[in-house]
């Protein structure tokens, strides 16, 4: 099904869902910093109501458009450790750091005021696979029986980047990635999240879990991973999902407080380089109105370039 904005600027955005619960094409945009007012009101109304959306064929895009374009939807923010690759705010996903990115998580979420977009832009891919999943944790909470959502409704849970990489590979650890894992985690991360986000823009409740959980505040190691494999079951069941090919040239965009997302580790050693711009997002909150908080270090360090997560949303606070 398709449905078409008609607007001075952009004569027919075209918004046509591919999965039941999650994804979207959107058509009839060129994507950059030029992008008139409705084109963009369209698109993130076509974001918040499926999760994720992509645009074939943006390939005139460059890390300054691409830039350009992410600034229309909120404030570009830097990754708290890794520098962007290219002084600004474009990460580099490249398949040589070594690095896979196959553990569903969402982005950034040891800090409190983790993206609420990111916007990825495949340059190189690779000749087959490599492809992206993404998951609608909105859907998975509703999913959830009652019993359930009222026991997922009261937990808090402990996040962190102190990720265990060499755990997730058998033999020995390239140097790569050895390196790659000391500069992600070159400032240690701890925050306390809610286990149920209340979405700030939509209001739907979320499951907001994924691979930087530690594990779940107040219960012990081994009750901690059952109750977070129970409901990140929910998460990734195939009905809640929706899988991408990349081509070069294709932009996706996603929704990163109701997503969590998944890149499959299939291409070998196939060279795959893909760039994401980050938007700012704000504090969560749980059904009960607690927010995140930041357990270590005292303050989100200031990134090499621009502001530090959270800084854009903090700013009208910290003014009233
Ligand atoms: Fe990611």
Redesign the pocket.
Known sequence: MSSAVTTAEAPAVTVTRIGGRIGAEIGGVRLGGDLGPAAVAAIRSALLAHKVVFFPGQDHLDEDGHEAFAALLGTPVAHPTVPSADGRYALGIDSRHGAR?NQW?T?VTFVPAYPAF?VLRAVTVPPYGGDTLWANTAAAYADLPAPLQALADGLRALHTNEYDYAALRTGDVPDALAEYREVFTSTSFLTEHPVVRVHPETGERTLLLGSFVQRIAGLTGRDSRALIDLLQAYVERPENTVRRHWRAGDVAIWDNRATQ?Y?VDDSGDHERVLR?VTVDGDVPVGPDGTPSRLLSPEAVPAPSFGIPSGASAAEPAATA
């Open positions: 990115a998580h982005d990111s997302h890149g994401r």
